[in-house]
C-alpha cells in the first residue's frame, strides 16, 4: 500500500484536530453537555439526534438580516422578501398579508436591523407598520434622493431625519415580535444585544427604534434608554454582529417565556439573508488594500464562519429548516448605482445559483437558483402556517402571541434577569449566546472559550 508523504499526513492530522475541537465547541455549546468524559481521548461523541420519527408540533419561523456597510444591502434582503412575501400573499389569498405574519422572532445588524425594524415595528391597525414592498420602495427612493446607495440615509446629516420618519417615537417594545439587533458598546468593550424581551421585563432596556438603528448604523453614536438610566456608546452592529443568525436562534432557545416549545434546532425554520459579497480579486485596483476593503473583508468572513457552524449544527434538517440567500458578484460592490439599476441588480440576485456553505470545505454551488430557494421555502412557511391554522382553529397571522410565541408580561424588577444584553460569562451555550460575550478580540473569545472547557 502506497504512503502518504509527511506533508499529506500533516494536513490529515491538522484536519482531524480542527473537526475534533469543533465538535467539542459544538458538544457543550450547541447542545448544553458538561460531561468532562467527552474531553478525554477517543470519547469524542456524535452529534445528538433524535429519533426519525421524531416531528415537531410546531417550529418557531426566524428571521435574519446581515449588516453590511452599504444602503444597497438592505435592499438586497428587501428585494428577497418581497418576493417572498408575494408568494406567501399569493398562497394565502390574502393581499394584505405581510413577512412579520409569517415569522415569530427577527434578528438585523447595521442595514439589515433598519429592514427588520420597518417590517416588525407595529403601526397605528396593531399590524406590522410596512410591508415588505413598501419597505424597499423607502429605501430604493432614498437612493434616488440622496444620488447614491450610502450617501443620504446613514450620514451624520441625513441619519437623525430619516429614522425620525421612519419611526417616530416607536420604541422596542412596541415590536409586533420579538425583535434583536445588536451593536458594539465602547463603555463595556462588549456587543450589545437590543431585545424586546428585555424592553418588555425592564424599562432600563427599553430603547426608541430610531435610535436602536442608529447605534447599529453609526460608526460612532450615544443613545439612550427611555429611563435615563442605561447609556450606550455605540459602533456600528456590523462590527459585532454582521450575522446575527446565531444570536437569534440563541435568544429563542434560550427564551422559554416567549418560545416555551423550542427545544433543538429540529424545532426552527430560519430563513438568513446575507448582505452580499463582492467579487474575489484586486487585478484591476492599484496598491494594498484599503482600510475599508480589509473591513469589508474581514466582516464577510465572520460572516460566512456563523452561516457554516448553523449549517453544521442543522446537520441533515438545513435542507427544510435553514436557508441562506447571498449575493455575489462586481455589482453588488457598486456604490454610485442608483434607482434605475436597483431592480436589476436584485433580480441578477435572485437568478444567481444558491451557494451553501459546508464546515472546513468551503462552499458548494447548489442546483438551485436563489429564488427557487425562497419559493420552496415559501412553501415551508405556508405548512408552519396551515399547521398552526388547523391545531388551533385560529389564524396565525392574526395573533402576535400564537403558539408556540407566547406573550411576556412587563414586570417590576430591581435586578434584571441575566440577558443576552448583559452577559458577563460563558456557563453554557443553554445559557448563553457565545458571540456577544464581552471580550476584546475574537482571539481572546477562543482563549476563553477553550479555557472553559479543559
Known sequence: MASYSPAVEQAFDVDKLSYEIFSILESKFLFGYDDTKLFLPGSLPSTPTRSASYSPTFRVRILSIDGGSRFSDALLAASSLVRLET?????????????????????????????????????????????????????????????GLFHGLFNRSGKSKTFRKMFGELTLKDAVKPLLVPCYDQATGAPFLFSRADAVENAGFNFKL???????????????????????????????????????????????????????????????????????????????????????????????????????????SRATNYIRIQASGSAVDRTD????????????????????????????ISLKTNAEKLDYFAHELMKEHDRRRTNTGTDDSSSETFLPVQDIKEVKVVVPRQSIASVQSVPSFKDVMIPVV???????????VITSIL
Not at 433598519?114 to 424597499?136: C, D, H, I, P, Q
Not at 464581552?438 to 482563549?447: C, E, I, T, W
Open 87 to 147: 408568494t406567501l400573499r399569493e398562497r394565502t389569498g390574502d393581499p394584505m398579508a405581510r413577512i412579520s405574519d409569517f415569522f415569530d422572532c427577527a434578528a438585523g445588524s447595521g442595514a439589515g436591523a433598519v429592514l427588520a425594524s420597518m417590517l416588525f415595528a407595529r403601526g397605528s391597525t396593531g399590524k406590522s407598520l410596512y410591508s415588505a414592498g413598501e419597505a424597499f420602495t423607502i429605501l430604493s427612493r432614498e437612493i434616488n434622493r440622496h444620488k
Open 337 to 364: 448605482i442608483h434607482r434605475r439599476a436597483v431592480l436589476g441588480l436584485t433580480e441578477k440576485m435572485l437568478s444567481q445559483q444558491n451557494v451553501e456553505s459546508i464546515l472546513f470545505r468551503g462552499k458548494k
Open 210 to 316: 430610531r435610535d436602536v438603528c442608529e447605534a447599529t448604523c453609526e460608526e460612532s453614536a450615544e443613545v439612550r434608554s427611555l429611563d435615563g438610566r442605561r447609556k450606550i456608546l455605540a459602533i456600528g452592529g456590523g462590527i459585532a454582529m454582521g450575522n446575527p443568525t446565531a444570536a437569534a436562534i440563541t435568544h429563542v432557545l434560550n427564551n422559554k417565556k416567549e418560545f416555551p416549545l423550542a427545544e433543538g434546532v429540529e424545532d426552527l425554520l430560519v430563513v438568513s439573508l446575507g448582505s452580499g459579497e463582492a467579487e474575489h480579486g484586486r487585478e484591476k485596483l492599484a496598491g494594498p488594500p484599503t482600510q475599508a476593503e480589509v473591513t469589508r473583508i474581514a466582516a464577510e468572513g465572520i460572516a460566512d464562519m456563523v452561516d457554516q457552524a448553523v449549517a453544521l449544527a442543522f446537520g441533515h
Open 438 to 448: 464581552p471580550v476584546k478580540s475574537h482571539s481572546a473569545l477562543v482563549g476563553r
